[in-house]
Nanobody, 125 residues
Framework: QVQLVESGGGSVQVGGSLRLSCAAS????????RGWFRQAPGKEREFVAAISWNGGSTDYADSVKGRVTISRDNAKNTVFLQMNSLKPEDTAVYYC??????????????????WGQGTQVTVSA
């Protein structure tokens, strides 16, 4: 059974940091693009960051660029999202995803066929 399990979410104050992890099991995703998305209440799921299979390319949403870093450890089948200078608007459920998609579709949720269950991030003033 293939599973993606996120961890590291929580409640922080404005300006704080969190490091999310997404551990995969059941198969290896070393050749897959890995992504992070988020969904706030009443809003659609939106792209946060993506990383190519070897980590050579990364992409970030404008809203998080400069504050967020995506990385991966293929030996551990795990992807990370380091989030700094958090803002209230970063509050959402964060989901990791994996997919054999082309890099040009890395921002599109439907391009991914494996998803985690999500982890809540709450940023308060």
């Amino acid at each position: 059974q293939v599973q993606l399990v996120e961890s590291g979410g929580g409640s922080v104050q404005v300006g704080g940091s969190l490091r999310l992890s997404c551990a995969a099991s059941g198969r290896t995703f070393s050749r897959y693009i890995r992504g992070w998305f988020r969904q706030a209440p009443g809003k659609e799921r939106e792209f946060v960051a993506a990383i190519s299979w070897n980590g050579g390319s990364t992409d970030y949403a404008d809203s998080v660029k400069g504050r967020v870093t995506i990385s991966r450890d293929n030996a551990k089948n795990t992807v990370f999202l380091q989030m700094n200078s958090l803002k209230p608007e970063d509050t959402a459920v964060y989901y990791c995803a994996a997919g054999p998609t082309g890099w040009d579709r890395a921002r599109i949720p439907s391009a991914y066929n494996y998803w985690g269950q999500g982890t809540q991030v709450t940023v308060s003033a």
